[in-house]
């Protein structure tokens, strides 16, 4: 019904195409003016523009409420900043933008999702917003999905950018120091990737200075490969975290017992849902071989976890598949890229079973201290916008999600590439014998192929099958994904045989000359199909760039993953009906369309998987952003700490008097002072020798208040204002930084059992966002009290307040490196500095640890947290 609509009114897309067209034009009659200028004078022009739009933004009262006339400013300024930007590119690159290109970069700065085929240039077009959007002053980002890529980007259009007086810089992960991130981040635009952006959030977060977060704003954030970044790394949340204790036996004696127990007697595996159901049987062997009565007794709860971990381990993932071990390490393959994703670990438990499963050192679990997930983070940015090759398949969910709407671009050239339908073969034996026939005869021919897999284990598969038919070739997976670009950009080149995993899809553009053009171009084979049509256009895309010739075909059978589990049995019925013999395949659009089918049926259940895990996020988000917000009012050098101070000691007095049942509206004789003065004495260290018998309940809460209050005075006495203030500022921020670590634990375990309420009729997500703000009211309550009886308590080391300040401002920053530089858990040196039970508290109240910080669990003291 859509389709015939829009053949007659004409789609969004058509309308979006026409109003860009226009833009073009504009631009195209600026071209001869900006040709007669000398660099100099094209040069002065821009500049002109730029002071003109930064005049203008600096006269604005408030950021935040001026985001929509920035970008009607920078808007009017689009068609002489583009035109510029072309003759720039013509004279420092030799590369002219084609109208097309102009399209796509409109469609970037208007906050939408380019969809651009392969080697349409994505890389220049995005000069164009960026140029645009650096005129504010904001700094620009840039986000691409790896590495190599970042640094390729930033030094191909660096010239480009030097020419009109912009700053660039790239952040990778081998920067490490704050000091150098924060130069790069005041360039005016940053290329890096969107592992570093958002762990530098994080990080940031986790600061005790204004002066050193790094990242000023979120003003225009531009993403290649946006499918990849906002899609496939959707459910990847990034985390910073320490350690938790737990038992290394533990995973060892799980993994002993997962590899004695047997399929379909002791437990069922749903390969379509990746779980794994234990029997009765299967408990009953499980207790006999951990030797308890009762397996899921609260006692056992941790072994049955991770018994449950380390089933998944041993018969849902697959070595050199889902993870790769290399250099005594469980590494996990990324399942869209095909590339090593090296310091992520898998949560809960399930990299220590792989590790317990592949014979190598277990590292212990973490707690998680920071967290936020890609679709929350990316939008934090005023506008945000992406270029992508296949982007039309996920239209629903950009829109849905993070509002960003898809354009297809068209290409400057048409397409000339064939794409054959699929051929079906019954085993996946008969499949690859067919593949190398093909590789044979094509490599006779001298016309290039590049042979795309799911898979290391595949590709290496195939890599064995060619070695046997002497075939010359070369094989990129995640093993060897250093020469990347290399084994790419020759790919194209005369009877080359290429064997590539999913990394093949993306990044680097596959170019022929004209003596392969004439055979025909590249041929792209396809061994299977991926579960998302996106990564089977990505290959497909390889070839054919530019309106050069191309094939590509995909070679499937019955055993493959996607058609074994999502596949319709109507087509194993048909094959059967055809009594095909070994060897003999189906082609057909039927058949292909099938394949789509069930393709989009995946996608359809990844996207309410993704969906899921946001509204949970979400709840999560929201209470990060409180947090956040209020760690930067603490930040403000500006902020007065004395209000806040009265407020807690007032709620503390209350909460105090509370827990001692003494209410406002109960009678005197009811009150138990004597307990109220023990706890004082025991958490406040205070003594009150007043008689607190038949006095009322506001009389009590008053001799409380100026009890606390003249012992705090007096501990501050010999500071300045302004250094009393920065005391007080500095351990309330850590008091909320350690209760937001607690409450993030806290968090956790509601989300790995909330889903069983589902079984008492109520809806998980309901109950997740109840108890989660009940959580969160506690966190701000405990904050409140935390912080006072902290600041009351503590005892300083030295006599020089300013000392003991930069003593403080030390042991914070050397604890927050340790956490953040090693998120998969901190280093045996500041974990061993743990005080013992009996000695004395690091935090200077001068009574033993047990009594004081080391009574509280986790909850541990501010000066003493270097062992939290």
């Given at each position: 019904?859509?389709?015939?609509?829009?053949?007659?009114?004409?789609?969004?897309?058509?309308?979006?195409?026409?109003?860009?067209?226009?833009?073009?034009?504009?631009?195209?009659?600026?071209?001869?003016?900006?040709?007669?200028?000398?660099?100099?004078?094209?040069?002065?022009?821009?500049?002109?523009?730029?002071?003109?739009?930064?005049?203008?933004?600096?006269?604005?009262?408030?950021?935040?409420?001026?985001?929509?006339?920035?970008?009607?400013?920078?808007?009017?300024?689009?068609?002489?900043?583009?035109?510029?930007?072309?003759?720039?590119?013509?004279?420092?690159?030799?590369?002219?933008?084609?109208?097309?290109?102009?399209?796509?970069?409109?469609?970037?700065?208007?906050?939408?999702?380019?969809?651009?085929?392969?080697?349409?240039?994505?890389?220049?077009?995005?000069?164009?917003?960026?140029?645009?959007?650096?005129?504010?002053?904001?700094?620009?980002?840039?986000?691409?999905?790896?590495?190599?890529?970042?640094?390729?980007?930033?030094?191909?259009?660096?010239?480009?950018?030097?020419?009109?007086?912009?700053?660039?810089?790239?952040?990778?992960?081998?920067?490490?120091?704050?000091?150098?991130?924060?130069?790069?981040?005041?360039?005016?635009?940053?290329?890096?990737?969107?592992?570093?952006?958002?762990?530098?959030?994080?990080?940031?977060?986790?600061?005790?200075?204004?002066?050193?977060?790094?990242?000023?704003?979120?003003?225009?954030?531009?993403?290649?490969?946006?499918?990849?970044?906002?899609?496939?790394?959707?459910?990847?949340?990034?985390?910073?975290?320490?350690?938790?204790?737990?038992?290394?036996?533990?995973?060892?004696?799980?993994?002993?017992?997962?590899?004695?127990?047997?399929?379909?007697?002791?437990?069922?595996?749903?390969?379509?849902?990746?779980?794994?159901?234990?029997?009765?049987?299967?408990?009953?062997?499980?207790?006999?071989?951990?030797?308890?009565?009762?397996?899921?007794?609260?006692?056992?709860?941790?072994?049955?976890?991770?018994?449950?971990?380390?089933?998944?381990?041993?018969?849902?993932?697959?070595?050199?598949?889902?993870?790769?071990?290399?250099?005594?390490?469980?590494?996990?393959?990324?399942?869209?890229?095909?590339?090593?994703?090296?310091?992520?670990?898998?949560?809960?438990?399930?990299?220590?079973?792989?590790?317990?499963?592949?014979?190598?050192?277990?590292?212990?679990?973490?707690?998680?201290?920071?967290?936020?997930?890609?679709?929350?983070?990316?939008?934090?940015?005023?506008?945000?916008?992406?270029?992508?090759?296949?982007?039309?398949?996920?239209?629903?969910?950009?829109?849905?999600?993070?509002?960003?709407?898809?354009?297809?671009?068209?290409?400057?050239?048409?397409?000339?590439?064939?794409?054959?339908?699929?051929?079906?073969?019954?085993?996946?034996?008969?499949?690859?014998?067919?593949?190398?026939?093909?590789?044979?005869?094509?490599?006779?021919?001298?016309?290039?192929?590049?042979?795309?897999?799911?898979?290391?284990?595949?590709?290496?598969?195939?890599?064995?099958?060619?070695?046997?038919?002497?075939?010359?070739?070369?094989?990129?997976?995640?093993?060897?994904?250093?020469?990347?670009?290399?084994?790419?950009?020759?790919?194209?080149?005369?009877?080359?045989?290429?064997?590539?995993?999913?990394?093949?899809?993306?990044?680097?553009?596959?170019?022929?000359?004209?003596?392969?053009?004439?055979?025909?171009?590249?041929?792209?084979?396809?061994?299977?199909?991926?579960?998302?049509?996106?990564?089977?256009?990505?290959?497909?895309?390889?070839?054919?760039?530019?309106?050069?010739?191309?094939?590509?075909?995909?070679?499937?059978?019955?055993?493959?993953?996607?058609?074994?589990?999502?596949?319709?049995?109507?087509?194993?019925?048909?094959?059967?009906?055809?009594?095909?013999?070994?060897?003999?395949?189906?082609?057909?659009?039927?058949?292909?369309?099938?394949?789509?089918?069930?393709?989009?049926?995946?996608?359809?259940?990844?996207?309410?998987?993704?969906?899921?895990?946001?509204?949970?996020?979400?709840?999560?988000?929201?209470?990060?952003?409180?947090?956040?917000?209020?760690?930067?009012?603490?930040?403000?050098?500006?902020?007065?700490?004395?209000?806040?101070?009265?407020?807690?000691?007032?709620?503390?007095?209350?909460?105090?008097?509370?827990?001692?049942?003494?209410?406002?509206?109960?009678?005197?004789?009811?009150?138990?002072?004597?307990?109220?003065?023990?706890?004082?004495?025991?958490?406040?260290?205070?003594?009150?020798?007043?008689?607190?018998?038949?006095?009322?309940?506001?009389?009590?809460?008053?001799?409380?208040?100026?009890?606390?209050?003249?012992?705090?005075?007096?501990?501050?006495?010999?500071?300045?204002?302004?250094?009393?203030?920065?005391?007080?500022?500095?351990?309330?921020?850590?008091?909320?930084?350690?209760?937001?670590?607690?409450?993030?634990?806290?968090?956790?375990?509601?989300?790995?059992?909330?889903?069983?309420?589902?079984?008492?009729?109520?809806?998980?997500?309901?109950?997740?966002k109840k108890e989660s703000y009940n959580l969160f009211l506690e966190l701000v309550e405990n904050i409140k009290i935390e912080a006072y009886r902290t600041l009351q308590v503590i005892q300083f080391a030295t006599q020089d307040m300013e000392k003991e300040e930069e003593k403080i401002l030390s042991?914070?920053?050397?604890?927050?490196?340790?956490?953040?530089?090693?998120?998969?858990?901190?280093?045996?040196?500041?974990?061993?500095?743990?005080?013992?039970?009996?000695?004395?508290?690091?935090?200077?109240?001068?009574?033993?640890?047990?009594?004081?910080?080391?009574?509280?669990?986790?909850?541990?003291?501010?000066?003493?947290?270097?062992?939290?």
């Amino acid at each position: 019904m859509q389709n015939v609509i829009g053949k007659i009114f004409g789609t969004r897309n058509d309308k979006l195409l026409k109003q860009y067209r226009a833009r073009v034009k504009k631009i195209n009659n600026l071209e001869s003016k900006y040709q007669s200028f000398d660099d100099k004078v094209l040069q002065q022009e821009f500049q002109t523009i730029r002071d003109e739009v930064l005049r203008k933004i600096e006269s604005l009262d408030d950021y935040d409420t001026s985001v929509t006339f920035i970008n009607s400013l920078l808007d009017s300024k689009l068609e002489e900043v583009f035109a510029m930007t072309r003759e720039a590119s013509k004279r420092i690159l030799g590369m002219r933008h084609f109208d097309v290109q102009l399209i796509g970069g409109m469609a970037l700065h208007d906050g939408r999702i380019a969809e651009m085929k392969t080697g349409e240039g994505k890389t220049l077009v995005a000069t164009l917003p960026v140029i645009l959007n650096a005129l504010a002053g904001k700094s620009v980002h840039v986000v691409t999905v790896n590495d190599y890529l970042a640094r390729r980007d930033a030094e191909t259009m660096m010239p480009l950018y030097k020419f009109f007086g912009l700053s660039v810089g790239v952040i990778t992960s081998a920067i490490q120091g704050d000091s150098e991130r924060l130069s790069i981040y005041d360039n005016d635009i940053v290329y890096g990737t969107n592992n570093e952006y958002g762990f530098d959030y994080l990080r940031d977060n986790m600061k005790y200075n204004l002066e050193q977060k790094v990242q000023k704003y979120h003003f225009f954030g531009i993403i290649d490969e946006v499918d990849s970044i906002l899609i496939d790394e959707a459910r990847t949340p990034l985390i910073i975290s320490g350690p938790i204790n737990r038992k290394m036996e533990n995973y060892q004696s799980a993994d002993s017992v997962a590899k004695a127990m047997k399929s379909p007697q002791d437990f069922t595996i749903d390969e379509k849902n990746r779980v794994i159901l234990t029997t009765e049987d299967g408990i009953k062997k499980a207790e006999s071989l951990f030797k308890v009565e009762n397996l899921y007794a609260i006692e056992n709860a941790s072994l049955s976890h991770h018994l449950d971990q380390a089933l998944k381990a041993n018969y849902l993932f697959v070595r050199d598949k889902d993870y790769v071990v290399q250099n005594e390490e469980v590494v996990i393959v990324d399942e869209f890229t095909g590339r090593l994703s090296e310091g992520r670990r898998f949560s809960e438990g399930l990299h220590q079973a792989l590790e317990a499963k592949e014979g190598v050192a277990i590292k212990e679990e973490s707690q998680t201290l920071a967290d936020i997930t890609f679709q929350n983070y990316f939008r934090l940015y005023d506008k945000l916008c992406g270029m992508t090759g296949t982007a039309q398949t996920e239209a629903t969910e950009f829109l849905e999600i993070y509002k960003l709407e898809v354009v297809s671009i068209p290409t400057n050239v048409p397409i000339a590439r064939q794409d054959l339908n699929d051929l079906v073969y019954k085993s996946e034996q008969e499949k690859f014998n067919a593949v190398i026939e093909k590789v044979v005869e094509l490599h006779k021919n001298g016309q290039p192929v590049l042979v795309g897999t799911a898979s290391i284990e595949k590709s290496e598969a195939l890599h064995t099958l060619l070695k046997k038919s002497r075939i010359p070739h070369t094989v990129l997976n995640a093993k060897q994904h250093d020469k990347e670009a290399e084994i790419i950009q020759n790919a194209g080149l005369k009877g080359a045989v290429t064997i590539a995993t999913n990394m093949a899809g993306r990044g680097v553009d596959i170019k022929i000359d004209d003596e392969v053009k004439a055979l025909g171009g590249l041929y792209i084979i396809g061994t299977e199909r991926h579960e998302s049509r996106r990564i089977d256009n990505q290959l497909r895309g390889r070839a054919g760039r530019q309106g050069d010739p191309g094939v590509s075909q995909f070679y499937l059978s019955l055993e493959d993953p996607l058609l074994r589990i999502f596949g319709s049995d109507r087509l194993k019925g048909i094959m059967g009906k055809l009594g095909m013999k070994d060897g003999e395949s189906i082609e057909s659009g039927m058949i292909t369309k099938s394949v789509e089918k069930a393709q989009r049926k995946v996608e359809s259940m990844h996207f309410e998987s993704r969906k899921h895990l946001l509204e949970y996020d979400d709840v999560s988000n929201e209470q990060r952003k409180v947090i956040y917000r209020f760690r930067d009012e603490l930040l403000e050098s500006g902020f007065e700490m004395k209000d806040r101070i009265e407020e807690n000691r007032n709620i503390s007095v209350q909460t105090l008097m509370a827990k001692c049942d003494i209410l406002p509206h109960d009678l005197p004789e009811n009150y138990d002072t004597e307990g109220l003065l023990a706890i004082l004495k025991e958490e406040y260290i205070l003594e009150i020798t007043q008689d607190l018998k038949d006095k009322t309940y506001d009389e009590i809460s008053e001799i409380l208040i100026n009890a606390l209050k003249e012992k705090y005075e007096e501990k501050f006495a010999n500071t300045t204002k302004e250094m009393r203030n920065e005391l007080e500022r500095i351990i309330y921020l850590q008091v909320v930084d350690n209760a937001w670590r607690e409450h993030l634990y806290s968090i956790d375990h509601l989300k790995t059992g909330i889903s069983l309420r589902g079984y008492n009729q109520k809806d998980p997500l309901v109950e997740y966002k109840k108890e989660s703000y009940n959580l969160f009211l506690e966190l701000v309550e405990n904050i409140k009290i935390e912080a006072y009886r902290t600041l009351q308590v503590i005892q300083f080391a030295t006599q020089d307040m300013e000392k003991e300040e930069e003593k403080i401002l030390s042991d914070l920053s050397q604890e927050n490196e340790n956490l953040v530089l090693n998120y998969n858990g901190l280093d045996e040196e500041i974990k061993d500095k743990k005080p013992a039970r009996n000695d004395i508290c690091p935090c200077g109240s001068g009574k033993k640890y047990k009594h004081c910080h080391g009574k509280s669990g986790p909850k541990r003291g501010i000066l003493a947290n270097k062992q939290n």
